[in-house]
């Protein structure tokens, strides 16, 4: 299968196949997640206060006569006695709601696309369209076998393999490099046309032509493929951590208990469909390769009777389009760029146009990582605690 052990992820080469790696507290043997890292250790800090069940509604903006710059003067919420209130803000605002929503957060604040702001009747405090667009996610499908009668299963190790373009496309990684690469400019103009062109179809080939170069030049990982066993089977989940496709996220309402408008448009580019469509391939032979073709038994998911051996890519993708779901990894919706190419945040994390307002989640991650969030997020937010205490 070409794809080699590798023994540590972490080190800056993340292509080959290891064991699942995971966080925990070896002490405990539980589970460690920020709460129990950076929160409950310091819960008890007189200067420290979280109110539980607790909605945001807005930024509240000071008054001035400065075009350029707004200041934040606090935060309305409703807290949990069903009371509005205006939390005031000695110093500063720092949104950390998660790409889904914090962008959600700046446009009930006046902060985003007048044309969408205008429509709920939203007072425009800083006109920056590119706010909720840019959203990036990943596609989740997954293959199953029935584990082999002679063979007993035992715990629930899982074990992850991180491919390569050249280790899933073989013989026809030149082939569908060159495809790509044409289409680039195709694709930067079907973008810039979903989401108005708020940016524009340059920058977007830009950013396109960098993540090419990453895929077949650098050939970083560009799948995820997660195996583990449960009872009397195998279960491999799977999804293409590059994609190309660019959505959006906004609100629908002046209210914030309204639902947004969440549309990461899966599959708008042929790339994003191929890549699935190759790594769902690329599982079958590992399942037929020594010394899994001996564990395990019959193709339960997709099955043979749904997507035989010798199925074409218009029968891949129709049973990847009925069963897929959310990789639950949105990123890049208050991306850290220049403005003039889109960006929502500066290097400082704080918001363009505003004095003292941040972002600190994976809203500002411009591109999809080659892994999961959760590391990247901690250290991002372990630069912002430095940039903010730097101003303090």
């Not at 607790?54 to 006569?65: A, C, D, E, L, Q």
């Not at 496309?169 to 103009?189: H, N, P, R, V």
């Not at 769902?280 to 099955?303: C, H, M, N």
């Not at 929502?344 to 004095?355: F, H, I, R």
Request: proline share 5%; glycine share 6%.
């Amino acid at each position: 299968m070409g794809v080699p052990w590798n023994s540590e992820v972490n080190d800056g080469s993340m292509v080959g196949y290891t064991i699942f790696p995971s966080s925990v507290d070896q002490q405990l043997n539980v589970r460690e997640d920020a709460s129990r890292a950076y929160y409950f250790p310091f819960r008890d800090q007189p200067n420290l206060e979280v109110l539980l069940n607790t909605r945001v509604n807005r930024i509240v903006w000071k008054p001035s006569n400065d075009q350029n710059e707004s200041t934040a003067d606090g935060v309305e919420i409703h807290d949990n006695t069903g009371n509005t209130q205006v939390v005031k803000a000695k110093k500063e605002v720092i949104l950390a709601a998660g790409a889904l929503v914090s962008p959600l957060h700046l446009e009930m604040s006046g902060v985003g696309n007048p044309d969408i702001l205008s429509k709920y009747d939203i007072d425009t405090v800083v006109d920056l369209p590119t706010v909720g667009e840019n959203l990036q996610d990943q596609m989740n499908n997954g293959l199953g076998y029935l584990a082999n009668k002679n063979y007993t299963l035992t715990g629930q190790p899982a074990y992850v393999a991180y491919p390569s373009a050249s280790q899933i496309f073989g013989d026809e990684t030149d082939k569908i490099a060159a495809q790509l690469k044409s289409s680039l400019a195709s694709y930067a103009s079907q973008v810039a046309r979903v989401n108005n062109h708020v940016t524009s179809e340059e920058d977007l080939l830009r950013f396109f032509e960098l993540q090419y170069d990453l895929i077949f030049e650098s050939q970083v990982a560009i799948a995820e493929l997660l195996m583990f066993q449960v009872e009397g089977a195998w279960s491999t989940e799977y999804w293409a951590l590059l994609p190309f496709a660019r959505g959006s996220v906004h609100i629908t309402s002046a209210n914030t208990t309204e639902n947004a408008a969440i549309n990461p448009n899966y599959f708008m580019l042929d790339w994003d469909m191929q890549e699935q469509i190759y790594a769902a391939g690329f599982i079958r032979q590992l399942y037929s390769t020594q010394p899994f073709s001996k564990l395990v038994g019959d193709e339960t998911k997709p099955g043979l009777d749904t997507v035989p051996l010798s199925a074409d890519d218009e029968t891949w993708a129709e049973w990847l389009k009925d069963t897929y779901r959310s990789n639950f990894h949105p990123v890049a919706t208050a991306a850290m760029m220049p403005r003039e190419i889109g960006g929502v945040v500066d290097t400082n994390l704080k918001v363009y146009g505003t004095a003292n307002v941040r972002v600190v989640d994976a809203s500002v991650l411009p591109f999809q990582v080659c892994g999961h969030l959760v590391s990247t997020i901690y250290a991002v937010a372990e630069r912002a605690s430095d940039l903010i205490k730097g101003d303090w």
